[in-house]
């Protein structure tokens, strides 16, 4: 079955770059996402890339895929207070399927 | 991107009841997703909610548990049926939008405690 694998948390000084690793099992993801959630609030959509991109960058944010290792990761530069939050990552095969969520990962940043 | 209510935003109920948690999107939506996150946990998908048909439920949930109801594009209903402790989540809707690239938005959620 699918399975999104990510570590528990990361601590980042403010103003450094925090990078954000997600593997996946299923070689027939299409779609990968990373969500924000606060404490206390929803889930934010930060972006996404389909399979057949390498990279995407939208402002601070950039996701790199390697498809051949199914590792995703999430990098934001300039890292400040506010991106304190867990990070998850989600995949899903199919425009029309749910997704399937890693465990997500606690980003602590230090000041 | 999309504007997702859900109603209510939390509830504290008795064991044995039920609640119906309400979702509503502002923009055409082509697939509704309802999500259980358990505290401290990731999200799990409870069920694809069709509209004018049954739910396509995950493994694990079934419907007498879980009924669901989407009676048209935009809105839908998620019932937690004779709810116990382990029932107490929070419960989430989503939906991706029609015309986008495949983005899923989700609702604040419902936050439930089940006594």
């Known amino acids: 079955g699918e399975d999104v694998e990510q570590s528990l948390f990361l601590s980042v000084r403010e103003g450094d770059s925090s990078v954000i690793n997600c593997t996946y099992t299923?070689?027939?993801?299409?779609?990968l996402y990373w969500y924000k959630q606060e404490p206390g609030a929803g889930l934010q959509l930060l972006t996404y890339?389909?399979?057949?991109?390498d990279m995407k960058q939208d402002q601070r944010l950039t996701v790199l895929l390697n498809k051949k290792d199914k590792h995703l990761s999430l990098r934001i530069a300039d890292t400040q207070t506010g991106d304190s939050a867990i990070y998850f990552c989600?995949?899903?095969?199919?425009?029309?399927?749910?997704?399937?969520f890693g465990k997500g990962t606690h980003l602590i940043i230090q000041p | 991107s999309a504007v997702i209510s859900q109603k209510p935003s939390r509830d504290i109920c008795q064991r044995g009841t039920s609640l119906t948690i309400q979702c509503q999107v502002d923009?055409?939506?082509?697939?509704m997703f309802w999500y259980r996150q358990q505290p401290g946990q990731s999200l799990t998908l409870i069920a694809t909610?069709?509209?004018?048909?049954?739910?396509?439920?995950e493994s694990g949930f079934v419907i007498d548990k879980f009924p669901i109801s989407r009676p048209n594009l935009t809105f839908s209903t998620l019932t937690v049926s004779n709810m116990s402790p382990e029932d107490s989540s929070i419960y989430l809707c989503?939906?991706?939008?029609?015309?986008?690239?495949?983005?899923?938005?989700f609702g604040p959620g419902t936050r439930l405690t089940v006594l």
């Open positions: 989503s939906a991706r939008i029609a015309g986008g690239n495949n983005e899923q938005f």
């Open positions: 299923d070689s027939s993801s299409t779609y």
């Open positions: 890339i389909f399979s057949n991109m």
């Open positions: 989600a995949e899903s095969m199919r425009g029309a399927d749910g997704l399937t």
């Open positions: 923009s055409q939506v082509t697939m």
């Open positions: 909610a069709n509209q004018g048909s049954e739910a396509t439920y």
